[in-house]
């Protein structure tokens, strides 16, 4: 319940003060899906730069290889190779998945869905969108230093990552651009918090929220506690390598010092862990949403599902210590994190029941929304499943640091994560934009990316079983992987397969956004939830008056409507069945 | 501007004929020289020669089997009721909110059951294993243990053994680069450290990696099988040549074994300097006791 009036600025008039220091929540989501977008275009490239190394070591790369490497011929040499599997995770978690889940939707959704006009404070969402352009702008400069970027691996774990192993400033960069990023996170975090807890409309409990919301606030809530720790992380490897301090330095031989670089390790999963429920948390929340609202029947336990997601986001924090397995934790220590690791799986299975159980006896429509919301249930499917090899300790101890783990978390946080962002942005296009996207190529976008996704992360699964291990430049040095050369060209095929399809995306939405059709109809999915209820696009600060929400966001499908409508508004009295 | 357009162009062509010849190879083998191996024979893993690996194995399998199974429910929900509730073949959607008693309990009952079948499952077999056999360390007060020690660096790994006097990080231990022999059929316990990075002592014959840490010592334990020549890894990104961190394993039987170290011995003892500070690398060997283990 609003308990406070929020403070109404003057529309503003200027391309300045509407696209660039905008306090609308709105634009900043706009903002941030441009960002994410360029991101992911940026990090896309650079996968498939690292899949034509795998398969064609020695093959010029295609294209933009000639002026990228002129010295070498257009091959891609190694410690370049390093830079881009580097650069490639860094770009793809914190600039292209985070502000595309996180930042756009969360700052779209969140008024919008629980009937604010804005966010609780403006201004720190202003700030948050510019500290993540300055962090990015970090980041590409990393790219431009004398040594090159850093080149550690997305953990960049210590003592690789000190000056022992990355004595170029590209590292330090790296770190503070995360450092950054984690400041814009976290404010970011506070503000979605503050706003769910004091915005929402009256007569909204936790329990009216859409699910989208609860995603995104759990994300927030984990967000705000665990980006610090990262930072923390984050600052002391800064210290270590520009003040020689030795919080990760250990050892009497190259390295010296009374540190620890396990330290380091633990500092990251801490963070590291939650960061994949931060990931998916949104998308978990977007597709319970949308299979309801496309099978035209209320979520199947809706509560349920909230909770599940709740009690994951708890769990979330006490697992971390399955990524360290093979640092050879104490033996006490990995049984119960294998054994709380393994926990997760009750509320996972609950909320996939209750997604299963909101399909069952509805009236399922196939658009491309719900398509990609399908193809989430799919491949996390796959993702949740294949974690279990990983959990257990001793299967971890021969695949831990192979493909497997890589398709595995590719499937989990990539795929997943990829698909549940595209079902936002063709599900809410035309309140963003008040365009719609096209239909026909929606769909095919969707069936070419799930044939290649599948290519590529199940090939990784079954190479990483193989044994082929992560990080390589050239795997077929190494005589046990020679045979799987077949597999690595089917892979990076599959690749590229998915990166050319994202063209047609691409095209899509650009077409779309500056030339499109406009869409008429404020409501074209016939959904109940608040941001339905107003024009499209959604106007200055959203609602004229504050909307009074009577009853649940899935209110679809009662036989005893008398409206001709199938659905109800939120704003609308709940007709009893 | 007209060169860079040809570029492009040639670069172009360049992915077509690629695509094609990949092609090719995947049907002849070319490249790889493995022409006759099935798709089915080439995503098995390298041959186990280890005593335990065949444990790691079984538990890969058994969890496959179970995730086929409750996969396959997943698909048969997904793709099922896509298929008969479609908005075609059904107009009038069954309005529930999925909060009556029974629709609770099969979502409890589906909860539970992977936990429990699955989850459980597995775990009381991998922790029984790895309490049992991973990190059961042999006794090296009772047991007759073949010892030897790894210091990992960028990008190479040196292994010591103890020489005649059975004596680590003294004046007649032979050291090897890149190359770990070890006899068949004993346990071998390998203690390790790392020079600069961290780096990962992988053994995919074995099912098996540890990682090497700058600043403290690890170990691994097991027993290898079948004499052979294998390929050693580095699994942790160690820099930019991470990927050319090889070293050859060579299993020997015990008599093989015993003339091969025999040899290396007496060479140690001619052919080292004792003055060279940097061959003392190693460190006094960390026993593992009876009473340490139950103490941990």
Same mark, same amino acid.
């Given at each position: 319940?609003?308990?406070?009036?929020?403070?109404?600025?003057?529309k503003?008039?200027t391309?300045?003060?509407?696209y660039?220091?905008?306090?609308?929540?709105k634009?900043?989501?706009?903002?941030?899906?441009?960002?994410?977008?360029?991101?992911?275009?940026l990090?896309?490239?650079?996968?498939?730069?690292?899949r034509?190394a795998l398969?064609?070591p020695?093959?010029?790369f295609?294209?933009?290889g000639?002026?990228m490497?002129?010295e070498?011929g257009?091959v891609?040499?190694p410690?370049?190779?390093?830079m881009l599997f580097?650069?490639?995770?860094?770009?793809?978690?914190?600039?292209?998945?985070?502000?595309i889940?996180i930042?756009?939707?969360?700052?779209?959704?969140?008024?919008?869905?629980?009937?604010?006009r804005d966010?609780?404070?403006?201004?720190m969402?202003?700030l948050?969108f510019h500290l993540?352009v300055?962090?990015?702008a970090?980041l590409?400069?990393?790219?431009?230093?004398?040594?090159g970027?850093a080149a550690?691996?997305?953990?960049?774990?210590p003592?690789?990552?000190?000056?022992i192993?990355s004595?170029?400033?590209?590292?330090?960069?790296w770190?503070?651009?995360?450092f950054?990023l984690?400041?814009s996170?976290t404010?970011g975090?506070?503000?979605?918090?503050t706003?769910?807890i004091?915005?929402?409309?009256?007569?909204?409990?936790?329990?009216?929220?859409?699910?989208?919301v609860?995603?995104?606030?759990?994300t927030?809530?984990?967000?705000a506690?665990?980006?610090?720790?990262?930072g923390?992380?984050?600052?002391?490897l800064?210290?270590?390598?520009?003040f020689?301090?030795?919080?990760?330095?250990?050892?009497?031989a190259a390295?010296s010092?009374?540190?620890?670089?396990?330290?380091?390790?633990?500092?990251?999963?801490?963070?590291?862990?939650?960061?994949?429920?931060?990931?998916?948390?949104p998308?978990?929340?977007?597709v319970?949403d949308i299979?309801?609202?496309f099978?035209?029947?209320?979520?199947f336990g809706a509560?349920a599902?909230?909770?599940?997601?709740?009690?994951?986001?708890?769990?979330?924090?006490?697992?971390?210590?399955?990524h360290?397995?093979?640092?050879?934790?104490?033996?006490?220590?990995t049984q119960?994190?294998?054994?709380?690791t393994?926990?997760?799986?009750?509320?996972?299975?609950?909320?996939?029941?209750?997604?299963l159980?909101?399909?069952w006896?509805?009236?399922?429509r196939?658009?491309?929304?719900?398509?990609?919301?399908?193809g989430?249930?799919?491949?996390f499917?796959l993702?949740?499943?294949?974690?279990?090899?990983l959990?257990?300790?001793t299967t971890?101890?021969?695949?831990?640091?192979t493909?497997?783990v890589?398709?595995?978390?590719?499937?989990?946080?990539?795929?997943s994560?990829?698909f549940?962002?595209?079902?936002?942005?063709?599900?809410?296009?035309?309140?963003?934009?008040?365009?719609?996207?096209?239909e026909t190529w929606?769909?095919i976008?969707?069936?070419l990316?799930?044939?290649?996704?599948?290519?590529?992360?199940f090939?990784?699964?079954?190479?990483?079983?193989?044994?082929?291990?992560r990080r390589?430049?050239?795997?077929?040095?190494?005589?046990?992987?020679q045979?799987l050369?077949?597999?690595?060209t089917?892979?990076?095929?599959?690749?590229?397969l998915m990166?050319?399809?994202?063209?047609?995306?691409v095209?899509?939405?650009?077409?779309?956004?500056?030339?499109?059709?406009?869409?008429?109809?404020?409501?074209?999915?016939k959904?109940?939830?608040?941001e339905?209820?107003?024009?499209?696009?959604?106007p200055?600060?959203?609602f004229d008056k504050?909307?009074?929400v009577?009853?649940?966001?899935h209110?679809?499908?009662n036989?005893?409507?008398t409206?001709?409508r199938?659905?109800?508004?939120q704003t609308e009295e709940?007709v009893e069945? | 501007?007209?060169s860079?357009?040809?570029?492009?162009?040639?670069?172009?062509?360049n992915?077509?004929s690629l695509?094609?010849?990949?092609l090719?190879?995947?049907?002849?083998?070319?490249?790889?020289?493995?022409?006759?191996?099935?798709?089915?024979?080439?995503?098995?893993p390298p041959e186990?020669i280890?005593?335990h690996?065949?444990?790691?194995e079984?538990?890969?399998?058994?969890?496959?089997?179970?995730?086929?199974?409750f996969?396959?429910?997943?698909?048969a929900g997904?793709f099922g009721f896509?298929?008969?509730?479609?908005?075609?073949?059904?107009?009038?959607?069954y309005y529930t909110y999925?909060?009556?008693k029974s629709h609770?309990?099969?979502?409890t009952?589906?909860g539970?059951? @992977? %936990?429990?079948a699955?989850? /459980?499952?597995?775990?009381r077999?991998? $922790?029984?294993? =790895?309490?049992?056999?991973f990190?059961?360390?042999?006794d090296?007060?009772?047991?007759? @243990? %073949?010892?030897?020690q790894? /210091?990992?660096?960028?990008w190479?790994w $040196?292994?010591r =053994?103890a020489?005649?006097?059975g004596?680590f990080?003294?004046?007649?231990?032979?050291? @090897?680069?890149?190359?770990?022999?070890v006899?068949a059929?004993?346990?071998?316990v390998?203690q390790m450290?790392a020079?600069?990075?961290i780096?990962?002592?992988?053994?995919?014959?074995?099912r098996r990696k540890?990682?090497?840490i700058?600043?403290?010592?690890t170990?691994?334990?097991?027993i290898?099988?079948?004499?052979?020549?294998?390929?050693?890894a580095?699994?942790?990104?160690?820099g930019t040549?991470?990927?050319?961190?090889?070293?050859?394993?060579?299993?020997?039987e015990q008599?093989?074994?015993n003339?091969?170290m025999?040899?290396?011995?007496t060479?140690?003892?001619?052919?080292n300097?004792?003055?060279?500070?940097?061959?003392?690398?190693?460190w006094t060997?960390q026993?593992?006791?009876?009473?340490?283990?139950s103490m941990?």
């Open positions: 319940m609003a308990f406070y009036e929020q403070h109404i600025h003057p503003p008039t391309f300045i003060s509407k660039i220091f905008s306090f609308d929540h634009v900043i989501g706009k903002q941030f899906l441009w960002y994410g977008i360029l991101g992911l275009g990090g896309g490239i650079m996968a498939l730069m690292i034509w398969a064609f020695g093959e010029a295609p294209l933009i000639q002026f490497f002129p070498t257009g891609i040499p410690d370049t190779y390093a580097t650069m490639h995770g860094t770009i793809m978690i914190f600039y292209a998945i985070t502000p889940l930042g756009a939707f969360g700052n779209f959704c969140i008024p919008l869905m629980i009937g604010a966010m609780a404070f403006p201004l969402n202003m948050s993540a300055l962090s990015a970090l590409v400069i990393s790219l431009f230093v004398p040594l970027a550690s691996g997305w953990t960049a774990y003592t690789l990552s000190t000056l192993g004595p170029g400033t590209g590292q330090t960069f770190a503070v651009a995360i950054v984690g400041i996170s404010m975090a506070i503000n979605y918090i706003t769910v004091t915005l929402r409309a009256p007569g909204m409990g936790y329990f009216d929220m859409p699910l989208t609860w995603g995104l606030w759990l927030a809530i984990l967000n506690i665990f980006l610090p720790v990262l923390a992380g984050g600052l002391l800064v210290f270590d390598r520009v020689g301090t030795q919080f990760f330095l250990a050892g009497a390295t010092g009374t540190g620890d670089p396990v330290l380091f390790q633990h500092v990251f999963w801490i963070f590291g862990h939650p960061e994949v429920y931060i990931l998916i948390l998308a978990w929340g977007m319970s299979l309801s609202f099978s035209r029947k209320p979520a509560k599902t909230a909770l599940s997601m709740t009690s994951i986001t708890i769990l979330s924090t006490l697992v971390y210590g399955h360290m397995y093979t640092t050879q934790l104490s033996p006490l220590l119960t994190f294998m054994t709380l393994m926990t997760i799986s009750i509320p996972s299975a609950i909320f996939f029941a209750n997604w159980g909101t399909l006896k509805g009236s399922i196939f658009d491309t929304p719900m398509l990609f919301s399908l989430v249930v799919f491949v499917g993702g949740g499943l294949t974690g279990l090899y959990g257990t300790v971890d101890l021969y695949l831990h640091d493909y497997f890589v398709g595995h978390f590719h499937y989990t946080m990539a795929a994560v990829l549940g962002s595209f079902a936002a942005i063709y599900f809410w296009m035309p309140k963003m934009f008040g365009k719609m996207l096209n929606g769909k976008h969707f069936w990316t799930m044939l290649g996704l599948n290519g590529v992360f090939g990784m699964l079954f190479i990483g079983y193989a044994g082929m291990h390589l430049y050239d795997p077929f040095v190494y005589e046990f992987l045979h050369v077949p597999i690595n089917f892979i990076t095929w599959s690749a590229i990166g050319l399809t994202q063209i047609i995306f095209v899509n939405f650009v077409h779309a956004v500056f030339w499109g059709k406009d869409e008429t109809d404020p409501n074209p999915w959904v109940g939830t608040l339905w209820t107003i024009p499209s696009p959604a200055n600060y959203n504050i909307p009074v009577k009853c649940g966001p209110e679809l499908g036989p005893n409507l409206t001709g199938d659905f109800q508004y709940l069945a | 501007m007209t860079l357009v040809f570029l492009m162009m040639e670069g172009f062509m992915l077509i695509f094609f010849e990949s090719i190879m995947v049907g002849s083998g070319q490249r790889t020289g493995h022409s006759d191996m099935s798709f089915w024979q080439r995503i098995q186990d280890s005593e690996g065949h444990l790691i079984w538990l890969f399998n058994y969890t496959t089997v179970l995730n086929i199974f996969f396959a429910l997943v698909c997904l896509s298929y008969f509730y479609s908005a075609k073949r059904n107009t009038k959607p999925g909060n009556k609770i309990l099969v979502a009952a589906i539970l059951s @992977v %936990f429990l699955i989850d /459980m499952n597995i775990t077999m991998s $922790n029984n294993d =790895y309490v049992d056999v990190t059961n360390w042999p090296e007060e009772k047991e007759d @243990v %073949f010892r030897v790894v /210091m990992a660096q960028q190479a $040196n292994f =053994y020489g005649k006097d004596v990080n003294s004046e007649d231990d032979v050291v @090897v680069l890149n190359e770990l022999r006899p059929g004993k346990k071998i390998v450290i020079k600069d990075v780096h990962s002592l992988y053994l995919p014959n074995a540890v990682d090497a700058p600043g403290r010592i170990r691994i334990w097991f290898l099988n079948k004499p052979g020549l294998y390929d050693i580095c699994a942790e990104m160690c040549y991470h990927y050319r961190m090889q070293a050859k394993l060579t299993v020997y008599s093989e074994f003339e091969w025999a040899e290396a011995e060479k140690a003892i001619e052919e300097d004792p003055e060279n500070l940097e061959r003392y690398w190693g060997w026993k593992t006791t009876r009473k340490e283990i941990k």
